[in-house]
């Protein structure tokens, strides 16, 4: 019989709502909830495509085990775990917990089980060896929100349903969806803001998808620091800013007016390519409109100082007077009281205090917890007391997703024990000795407590699984407690995950995902705290009262920053000597042998590495190519849909181009995810994408230094935005590109 089941997409920010129809276990299709009062009958196509991610006959379903010829086979879970845990043991008693990791990728922020069991495992394990997606995309929001109001999980957002002047800079939320905000059909809330007589400016290097629809002012890549330097400039030597209502608010601020005194627009328009004249206006506007924010992602995380450039973005915010203002930049509340203290305590924990620790490789400091992933692969590579032996991997592929997957690849296949967590085959698991099957999304319940603060109308949903799980596949944090119960065996050694287990005994209840859930619910924003407030929220309620959502407030609340600050007098720190400090990475960077710059782009019908093989998503054929000026292909005599070479000072890549205005001279877009080699076990993926050389796309991370030196230094970022490149056209017939690729393993043909 069919029924239908209330759920949302767990692939992006948004969190859709969906309709599944579902048969005998089994997930027939998924349709966009209208009744979901946020998302209202939105949902993307790579939402819709899901049922073919669920159903894939490329899925991972059973437990796999590499044999004596490198191919995997099926064994049992039984098996599987006790061969794993035995090996994990021995690793442990012989180099102790600093030789085992855990990588997990970002999807796993989408499931709580799987984010909060991982974070549980790897604390009681006592190992430095955490890493995640976030050195790639998020850490420099966490620090520098850490410098300023001394907590790293404050984010702002853009209060989008009231705003009336809109800055998006370096990002593109018509096609992601947005971004640390999680707001169902952005797009129809940005084309809003100009329906209601307000504006949306995009400063991009490439005319995007959000830019076409709104205003667009181009920039050179990884110059917005500067960019925002100049409108604190203008807005201290205008005397636009208040001071007094600043001095109240923050300390600090002559360090940051000083600093920006060296910053005139006239100063910066060399390096930004925007003139004068627009930023002086841009500054003015930003603190005459009532409701104005400005709003920054990947674009400006990803430079050489994404975390001063964050911090930035929320100074200029700050100094407009539009920080923490109905209109403008605000903060998302969790409700939950005590909430202030309970940070200010959880910093004092070490591990996840910013700088907590270092890493062994290339002394960077660790953010919540997490290493940069860039230096994973030499942390494998480098001898030494506290080398990487044993990793898990789960929900990530980071041979594609950070830089030099050459390298990571090489490290894998030498490691003693690599476990991944996964219901596919892909690049990076293909390294390892076991894959482990896990449900998709539709296979397990949610509430997912990291975006409670970041919707920017108040919501709140819960899901249970729409199906059973497929085949022997298990929820990643039930498959945590089995390694913990049989780790927990072979204590002494493993004390604090004996302890773990002690206190599960001890309350006779274990904690699930649900109860967790539950808790935060109760406590939270609209929760029943308990049975003190009537009619409040429970999970149980979300599913069953509520199982479209339920919105808890209109509007998000100013004046959340009383609650949020750490310092001292819960004042804003401005001058953060670290901070500061990251003033000297802005220099220019010029090597005349590569002249151009770089930059990221996200298509709509890619995540990241890992919905290439949903034939809905590949329709009508799809290429991976690079976008360039035309004047700039030009120079080089290279035409349209021709295959370039594109090299920087780290690698080489080859794919076909393609030319348009929508983009600034000198600047060359491609999109990340790419490069399936044959490693992956997903068919379609492989094909898909063909250039001339037969390959899924090419794995643009080649392009970019896991060099210690070349890392963001507060936050250890990859610099994968702004990295200088040239470009060169490859005859397609010519016999020599393999020889000119030779080492680039995305020239080997599939299965080689
Ligand atoms: N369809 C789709 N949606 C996704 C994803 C996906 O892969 N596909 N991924 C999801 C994930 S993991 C994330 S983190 C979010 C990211 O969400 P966004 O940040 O909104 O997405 P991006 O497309 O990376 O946008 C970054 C923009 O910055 C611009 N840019 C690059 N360098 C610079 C620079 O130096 N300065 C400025 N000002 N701009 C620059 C790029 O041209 C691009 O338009 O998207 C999520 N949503
Ligand atoms: N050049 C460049 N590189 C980038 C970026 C960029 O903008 N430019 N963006 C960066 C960003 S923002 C991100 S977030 C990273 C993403 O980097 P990663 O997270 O390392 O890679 P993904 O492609 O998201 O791989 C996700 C994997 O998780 C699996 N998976 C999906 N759902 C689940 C689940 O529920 N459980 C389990 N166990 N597995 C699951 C998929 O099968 C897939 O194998 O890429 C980063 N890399
Ligand atoms: S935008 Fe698409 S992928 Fe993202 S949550 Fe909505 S339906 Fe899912
Ligand atoms: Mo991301």
Not at 34 to 43: C, I, R, T, V, Y
Not at 419 to 439: C, G, K, M, R, W
Not at 470 to 480: D, K, L, S
């Amino acid at each position: 019989m069919q029924e239908e089941k209330t759920t949302y997409c767990r692939i992006c920010e948004p969190l859709c709502g969906m309709i599944a129809t579902v048969e005998d276990g089994k997930l027939l299709s998924l349709r966009p909830d209208k009744q979901n009062p946020l998302s209202k009958g939105f949902a993307c196509p790579k939402g819709i495509a899901f049922t073919e991610i669920v159903n894939d006959p490329d899925r991972v379903l059973h437990p796999l085990r590499k044999n004596e010829f490198g191919e995997f086979e099926e064994v049992s879970w039984d098996t599987a775990m006790s061969d794993i845990t035995s090996r994990l043991g021995a690793i442990h008693r012989r180099d102790g917990a600093g030789s085992i990791g855990w990588y997990f990728g970002n999807p796993a922020t989408f499931s709580t089980g799987h984010t909060l069991w991982v974070a549980n495992f790897t604390t009681l394990l006592g190992t430095p060896h955490v890493y995640s997606a976030g050195s790639q995309d998020v850490n420099n929001r966490f620090v520098a929100s850490h410098f300023l109001y001394g907590t790293p999980v404050a984010a702002p957002i853009p209060d989008i349903n009231r705003v009336q002047f809109l800055v998006i800079i370096g990002a593109n939320p018509v096609v992601s969806h947005g971004s640390v905000m999680s707001s169902p059909r952005i797009r129809e809330s940005l084309q809003a803001i100009t329906n209601r007589g307000g504006r949306v400016l995009v400063i991009d290097p490439r005319r995007t998808e959000t830019a076409r629809e709104f205003e667009w002012q181009p920039i050179v890549p990884d110059t917005d620091a500067l960019l925002l330097l100049s409108l604190l400039h203008v807005m201290f030597a205008e005397k636009l800013a208040d001071e007094d209502q600043l001095a109240e608010q923050s300390t600090g601020l002559e360090s940051i007016k000083e600093l920006a005194a060296g910053f005139a627009p006239e100063m910066t328009a060399d390096r930004t390519g925007i003139d004068p004249q627009t930023v002086r206006d841009l500054a003015r506007t930003l603190v005459v409109t009532d409701r104005a924010a400005i709003y920054g992602r990947i674009g400006t995380s990803l430079g050489r100082a994404g975390t001063l450039t964050t911090a930035l973005l929320d100074i200029v915010n700050l100094v407009a007077g539009n920080l923490d203002v109905a209109g403008g930049s605000m903060f998302g509340d969790l409700g939950i009281p005590g909430q202030r203290l309970g940070v200010a305590a959880l910093q004092h924990v070490s591990r996840f205090a910013w700088n907590g620790r270092r890493s062994r490789v290339g002394d960077l400091p660790q953010v919540l917890g997490t290493a940069p992933a860039s230096v994973m692969a030499k942390e494998m590579l480098t001898p030494g007391k506290g080398q990487l032996k044993a990793l898990f991997v789960s929900a990530g592929n980071p041979v594609l997703s950070v830089p030099n997957g050459d390298e990571l690849s090489k490290a894998l296949g030498d490691l003693e024990l690599m476990v991944s967590l996964d219901f596919y085959q892909n690049e990076t698991n293909a390294h390892a000795d076991y894959i482990l099957p896990t449900t998709t999304m539709y296979e397990r319940s949610d509430f997912l407590l990291p975006f409670q603060a970041l919707f920017t109308t108040p919501f709140k949903q819960a899901t249970e699984a729409v199906i059973p799980p497929r085949g022997e596949a298990r929820e990643e944090w039930e498959i945590i407690n089995e390694l913990v119960a049989s780790l927990a065996k072979q204590a002494p050694l493993l004390g604090g995950l004996h302890l773990f287990n002690k206190f599960a005994d001890l309350v006779g209840k274990p904690w699930t995902p649900t109860t967790l859930s539950d808790l935060v619910v109760r406590i939270g924003m609209g929760g029943d705290r308990f049975g003190l407030r009537r009619g409040g929220l429970t999970f149980e309620k979300l599913i069953n009262k509520f199982p479209h959502g339920k919105i808890v407030a209109d509007n998000l609340e100013p004046g959340q920053l009383r609650k949020i600050v750490t310092h001292r007098a819960r004042k804003i720190r401005l001058d953060a000597p670290e901070l500061l400090a990251e003033i000297d990475r802005l220099e220019r960077d010029t090597d005349p042998g590569y002249p151009l710059r770089l930059i990221g782009m996200r298509e709509i019908r890619s995540e990241n590495s890992w919905q290439h093989n949903a034939p809905m998503l590949l329709r009508g054929g799809r290429t991976h190519a690079a976008r360039m000026h035309p004047n700039d292909a030009a120079d080089r005599g290279i035409a349209e849909g021709e295959l370039i070479s594109v090299a920087s000072r780290h690698g080489q890549i080859a794919l076909p181009v393609t030319l348009t205005d929508d983009i600034k001279q000198g600047v060359v877009a491609i999109p990340h995810g790419w490069g399936h080699n044959g490693n992956g076990g997903w068919t379609r993926a492989n094909d898909a994408a063909s250039n001339d050389l037969g390959t899924g796309g090419v794995n643009v991370n080649k392009l970019i230094s896991s060099d210690p030196e070349d890392l963001e230094r507060l936050a250890g970022m990859a610099n994968m935005t702004g990295v200088p490149i040239q470009v060169a056209a490859l005859d397609r017939t010519s016999d020599s590109i393999r020889d000119r690729l030779s080492a680039s393993s995305d020239m080997v043909a599939s299965g080689e």
